[in-house]
């Protein structure tokens, strides 16, 4: 009869193993995309090793890690931050009689011929 219960107590054993080997490779697949998304490994890990394939689902499911806060009231932002100016812009100014942009050196409108106001834009 002892010999039967040793045969079963080593078969549990071996299922145990079995399915603890499972739950690490379906940690460390979980680890691995958790990873891949700028989330932690170990969090991931224990997600899949815990949870299994629905770890492993809740992973791929967060999606990719990023900072989701506002920055902060008052803070500056850091010089040249922003696009750049647009040099076409720079180099046009728009005429007083028709709304036409006219070219910035000009000092009449082509297209209606008035006199365009104002100086020169800066170069």
Known sequence: MESTSDGMTLG????WLAALAVNVL???????????????????FCLGFFLGLIGVLV??????????????YGVAPPPG????????QQRTRVCGQCGKLVE????FCGYCGAQVAGPAPRR
């Open 59 to 72: 992973v791929y499911l967060i999606g990719p890690g990023y900072d989701s806060r506002p920055a902060p």
């Open 12 to 15: 549990l054993v071996i299922v």
């Open 81 to 88: 931050y922003g696009p750049p100016p647009d040099p076409h």
């Open 104 to 107: 910035g050196s000009a000092r």
């Open 26 to 44: 379906i940690g460390y697949w979980a680890g691995k995309v958790g990873q891949r998304n700028g989330r932690s490994f170990a969090l991931c």
